[in-house]
């Protein structure tokens, strides 16, 4: 429950994607650290464990009172970057309200959009953006209060007269999250408020590239009121997160694991869980296909890609991977689409005006280049981006369009994650059926059609969960995510 630093004493640069400088930096925790905040979680935990649900539910709920006051009275817009004074102060008082617990809420209360600001110079993305994850991370607060109070068992009649059966939920016990970069805020208020609404404790470890926006969420819980040692952080470099993140998982005394990432990395955290019979919930890569019939508004399609394809440059695990549209509108589609994207502004999230910002890790510049290199080789068209746009800050890569894919090229098969926009060819129903679900990852498909007729058909026979057309509704149930893009399932409101 304390803020400390690790036993190593340590330390790694937070990097600013928009400049590629460092502007802050975060303690290396290791594997040796694992121990002492295990034991703090647990200890937390036997009394936390044991509090009622409504207490449980006033802290989530001023958790989103504290996060309320950072925005009142702002906008959701983005305003000019810091300079390099302004941007050193709010790094300074970073570092004052991690160390100094008279001090520790002074960012806050003094600076109400640094948590916009510090989201955006961790990730890359906006400020229009930061705010807009803000306010989204809140519905995950709002939704696990109400449900502190709705944890219930059951109870039924046995095969045997005179007796009845019955089931008492508890809390599993001390919990792992393993935090992406991607959204930040609203990963981990979606894991730890499931978690706190439980009755569990944490262990969270948040990705190299996000560290202080997790710090600060937590400083945010302790200032609602929760407990020391409910909630506790080991931040650490991309050379220890695999040992941390082992031992994290390994520790005797966690119970269960919650991770959003990669299918890869998902593998091997499903293999740590299976070892001790850990239960483990899986959020992991997407592929999803994006699929345009005839019969389409095609500049409400459009217009619904924009957010699901440039949205944080291509950064979220549902964007649009393939996009599919049938041939009698694929250039009327394609036209606009160009046309529309050629109205994006790239640069640094904090500049004003500023619609796509740059990719948050140096390392993903290359993939995306090797990505366009493999589809002009099979006979992909380039019809617009394809460079870093001239740059020469930064981990900026341009929007880029693709026309005339094929199915054998590296973007149909694996995740692309960045501003890479291919485009399909399809001529019937069937024929974008089969190149939707060839694939070996789930989370989402979205499809754009007048016909109900079709919608039925497609929400069947479509392999991930659907979004319908136009009003993008998500479906949701007791079914787990499909394929390989995850593991776990909601019930009864928790997943």
């Known amino acids: 429950g304390n803020w400390v630093e690790s036993k190593s004493g340590d330390r790694f640069d937070v990097i600013d994607p928009g400049s590629g400088k460092a502007w802050a930096s975060a303690p290396v925790n290791a594997a040796a650290d694992v121990d002492d905040a295990a034991k703090a979680a647990h200890d937390a935990f036997l009394s ?23 925005q009142e009275d702002k906008a959701i817009e983005a305003r000019a970057a810091p300079d390099s004074q302004s941007l050193a102060s709010l790094t300074n008082k ?13 960012l806050i209360d003094e600076n109400k959009d640094d948590l916009a600001q510090i989201v955006t110079h961790e990730t890359g993305k906006p400020l229009a953006e930061s705010y807009g994850e803000i306010a989204y991370a809140q519905g995950f607060t709002f939704f696990f209060a109400g449900e502190c109070e709705r944890i219930a068992g059951t109870v039924s009649r046995a095969a045997m007269p005179g007796r009845r059966i019955f089931t008492v939920k508890q809390p599993i016990g001390v919990a792992v999250a393993l935090v992406p970069w991607n959204f930040p ?8 408020g499931a978690a706190l609404a439980a009755g569990c404790t944490m262990l969270i470890k948040p990705s190299p590239e996000t560290p202080l926006s997790v710090l600060l969420l937590v400083d945010l819980a302790l200032r609602a009121g929760f407990p020391t040692g409910v909630l506790n952080v080991l931040t650490t470099d991309l050379r220890h997160t695999p040992s941390l993140s082992e031992a994290l998982i390994r520790h005797p005394l966690t119970k269960k694991v919650s991770f959003t990432g990669s299918t890869r990395v998902g593998k091997l955290v499903a293999s740590l ?23 389409a508004d095609v500049e409400k399609a459009v217009d619904a890609l924009f957010l699901l394809k440039w949205r944080h440059a291509g950064q979220a695990c549902i964007s649009a991977n393939r996009v599919l549209v049938q041939e009698g509108v694929y250039e009327r589609f394609e036209e606009t689409l160009v046309r529309k994207t050629r109205e994006v502004k790239v640069g640094h ?8 910002g740059p990719l ?20 992909g068209r380039v019809v617009l981006g394809g460079d870093e746009g001239g740059m020469k800050e930064g981990y900026f890569f341009s929007p880029t369009i693709i026309g005339d894919m094929k199915p054998t090229m590296q973007t149909t098969r694996e995740e692309v994650f960045g501003p890479l926009c291919a485009l399909y060819r399809f001529r019937t129903e069937s024929e974008a059926v089969k190149m939707a679900n060839d694939t070996s990852m789930g989370l989402a498909s979205y499809f754009f059609t007048k016909d109900s007729d079709r919608t039925w058909r497609l929400l069947e026979n479509l ?19 499909p394929q390989q893009g995850g593991m776990g399932k909601w019930r009864d409101g928790f997943m």
């Open 360 to 379: 948050t890790t140096e390392r993903s510049i290359p993939k995306v280049r090797e990505q366009i290199a493999d589809a002009k080789k099979l006979g």
């Open 185 to 192: 805020i609203a990963m981990i208020l979606r894991k730890c």
């Open 273 to 295: 869980c299976a070892e001790g019979l850990k239960k483990c919930t899986l959020e992991l890569g997407g592929n999803c296909p994006f699929i345009v019939f005839d019969d």
């Open 463 to 481: 392999g991930e969960t659907p979004f319908l057309s136009s009003v993008m509704i998500a479906l949701s149930g007791e079914s787990a995510i």
């Open 48 to 70: 936390f464990g044991k509090t009622v649900g409504r207490q449980r539910a006033k802290w989530l709920l001023e958790c989103v009172v504290v996060l309320q006051q950072q």
């Open 349 to 356: 999230g904090a500049a004003e005006g500023t619609t796509m």
């Open 94 to 106: 970073l570092a004052a309200s991690l160390l100094t617990s008279h001090h520790r809420h002074r």
